[in-house]
């Protein structure tokens, strides 16, 4: 198996942060679908201002995701899509134009609102904005990368927990639990009485502290929180990760590797909606399907409207 690759549940796939729920929206606005030049009209016509070809490639991948992207169908969903889609598009214009460079960041970002204002080609004929519109006001120049950070680790919050219980020789799960721990910390602070900088999603999942579970876990006796020996030698053996062993006789490996099999051979779009759905609602033995459905061939385009 090819360096940087593990095994988990018996499935191929490539190690953090791909394996993270909290990746399938950042997998499919990342993909170069072959239909991209439909939105080059739109996104050259209001871009006209920037020679910036990156960013237009930008424009085009965030137009096609929200009118084409299926899990803006999933119903009651615990996590916000859109609000991911903008952290995708900010960091991508921060690392194409400069981090620093924010005045520049916030114009062009500004400018895919405009961007949006065109009519999809859609049954319901909503706007791009209607279902998605870029808020420059969500993002604080002090801290921004913190919040995406920490949001994305509440989208994967039951996904990591129960795969650090039960899927974790290696303690990776874990290791990405507690880094996490500086930050959910940081925001402890800034939350607190008589500060203003805090986000506005924090106080809804203010209760996903990941220390308070964390003696739960198999490897909280191997390491420690950071800043401890334990800690140290284990971050710093990210590179050389090594494969996690399937686990013979677990009831839901033949579950799962049939569930891979049906939907590689039949598509059945139905059955995949349905873990999709269950996916982002957060339940988390059905999240360990839905995330290696993404893995198989030809999935990604099954997450699309037709």
């Known amino acids: 198996m090819a360096a940087g690759q593990s095994r988990h549940l018996g ?29 080059n009209q739109k996104c050259y016509k209001k871009l006209d201002r920037t020679n910036n070809e990156e960013v237009k490639e930008i424009c085009k991948k965030y137009l096609r995701f929200i009118e084409k992207s299926r899990l803006w169908n999933t119903p009651n969903a615990s996590y916000d899509v859109c609000l991911q889609v903008n952290y995708w598009i900010y960091d991508k214009l921060a690392s194409i134009l400069g981090s620093n460079n924010t005045e520049n960041i916030q114009i062009t970002f500004g400018s895919f609102q405009w961007v949006g204002e065109n009519i999809m080609n859609t049954p319901a004929r909503i706007t791009y904005n209607k279902r998605c519109n870029p808020n420059i006001k969500i993002f604080n120049e002090k801290h921004w990368e913190k919040e995406k950070k ?42 607190s009485p008589g500060k203003s900088n805090c986000p506005e ?76 759905s269950h996916t982002v609602l957060g339940a988390a033995p059905v999240l360990l399907t839905a995330t290696a459905l993404y893995k198989v061939p030809g999935f990604a385009d099954s997450v699309e409207a037709e």
């Not at 039951?158 to 039960?166: T, V």
């Not at 420690?224 to 990760?241: C, H, I, L, Y």
């Not at 590797?257 to 139905?270: E, G, R, V, Y």
């Open 150 to 191: 920490l949001y994305e680790y509440y989208v994967d919050y039951n996904y990591l927990f129960f795969m650090a219980k039960s899927y974790d020789d290696n303690c990776e799960y874990y290791k990405k639990i507690i880094e996490i721990i500086p930050i959910y910390k940081y925001f402890e602070d800034e939350c």
């Open 11 to 39: 499935i191929s796939s490539q190690i953090f942060p791909k394996d993270l729920p909290s990746q399938i929206v950042y997998n499919e606005l990342e993909t170069n679908y072959s239909d991209l030049y439909n939105y």
């Open 201 to 276: 999603f924090y106080k809804r999942y203010k209760s996903y502290n990941p220390e308070e579970l964390l003696s739960n876990l198999k490897c909280y006796n191997q390491i420690e929180v950071e800043g401890s020996p334990k800690f140290a030698a284990a971050t710093e053996g990210d590179s050389s990760r090594t494969e996690q062993p399937t686990r013979a006789g677990d009831p839901g490996l033949s579950q799962l590797s049939a569930d891979l099999q049906n939907a590689k051979a039949t598509h059945d779009m139905s059955g995949i909606g349905k873990k999709v």
